[in-house]
């Protein structure tokens, strides 16, 4: 097909969805289905696309109630556009949208106040009022004792932005749990070797990471001198858009369940399988009984 515009893109696909989105909102939905108890702060507008997420989180079993709705602002939106030679790139409607909005409200901080554990994505800095409240989250959550979690979900041009580096830095220095992936360990740890990446960030207090490794699967160090490798579940990728997202939401919930790494490692590495498995970010997020289904059924790359 001869086209001048758009050549490259994957045809004749065309348009697919509009499905429900956003790495946040994957991570907790993928949380809440494996039976976490959770909930977010966001800021949506009112209308369908607003109403379609949160619909979709609530039937999940998330905590909607710091989700606010802006009278006069839409609904933040991604396109994603799928490249021939299997790349893509994102297409954001952000800043203008009510997601530039989002706010300590009262059930903001509410939220807060009952979390005994904050996960926290790269999104924070994508948005200036994120940052606020995930400084406030941070202060609220450790005066309770509870535990941090970060995901770098890294933009690099970011990080040359204003204060995004030394905003990076703070949120290593938080986490007790990392989640990056692929070359965002080296960036994390400024340091270009795996094991001396590990070893440099857990001198910066860091107690677990979970490296996420695409279709080569996952790692999970630990401070104390734990290691575990899971090769990845062989499926055929479909859409990778919220594999990571996917994958920290599972991990994550499973040790908050109290599961040990290797097994929650299992459960996050059969979540982003599945979901890449499918058209759609989150389309694939599983139950704790749909992820034991897949991974009985799905073998492992050899
Ligand atoms: P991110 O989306 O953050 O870049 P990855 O692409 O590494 O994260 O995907 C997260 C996890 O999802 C991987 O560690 C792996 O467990 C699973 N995964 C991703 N892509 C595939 C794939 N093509 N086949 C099987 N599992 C995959």
Redesign the pocket.
């Known amino acids: 097909m001869a086209t001048t515009r758009g050549e490259g893109f994957r045809q004749p696909i065309g348009l697919v969805g509009p499905f429900p989105s956003g790495a946040p909102a994957i991570f907790v939905d993928q949380c809440a289905r494996i039976g976490g108890s959770v909930g977010m702060v966001a800021c949506v507008g009112d209308d369908d696309f607003g109403r379609l997420n949160v619909e979709r989180l609530r039937a999940a079993g998330a905590d909607v109630s710091a989700v606010a709705v802006s009278p006069d602002y839409p609904t933040g939106s991604a396109f994603v556009r799928y490249r021939t030679d299997g790349s893509r790139d994102f297409v954001y409607n952000i800043a203008k949208s009510a997601a530039a909005l989002i706010a300590a409200t009262p059930a903001a901080e509410a939220l807060f106040a009952r979390a005994g554990h904050l996960h926290v994505m790269g999104t924070a800095f994508a948005i200036p009022g994120a940052w606020e409240i995930t400084e406030e989250a941070l202060r609220a959550v450790r005066a309770r004792g509870g535990s941090v979690s970060f995901d770098p979900n890294l933009r690099k041009e970011l990080l040359a932005q204003g204060q995004t580096a030394a905003r990076f830095a703070q949120l290593i220095d938080s986490a007790d749990l990392l989640l990056p992936?692929?070359d965002e360990l080296f960036v994390a740890a400024g340091v270009d070797r795996e094991a001396e990446a590990v070893a440099a960030l857990f001198r910066r207090g860091v107690a677990e990471i979970v490296l996420?490794?695409?279709?080569e699967?996952?790692s999970v160090f630990q401070a104390g001198g734990g290691r575990f490798d899971a090769p990845?579940?062989a499926?055929e990728?479909v859409d990778?858009t919220g594999?990571?997202d996917c994958?920290g939401g599972a991990y994550v919930a499973c040790r908050r369940l109290g599961l040990q790494p290797a097994q929650a490692l299992e459960y996050?590495?059969a979540a982003?399988?599945r979901n890449?498995s499918v058209l759609g970010p989150m389309e694939g997020t599983g139950t704790r009984s749909e992820l034991d289904d897949f991974i009985a059924r799905t073998p492992r790359v050899a």
């Open positions: 992936s692929g996420k490794r695409g279709a699967g996952s990845a579940f499926v990728e990778p594999a990571g994958f996050a590495n982003g399988a890449v």
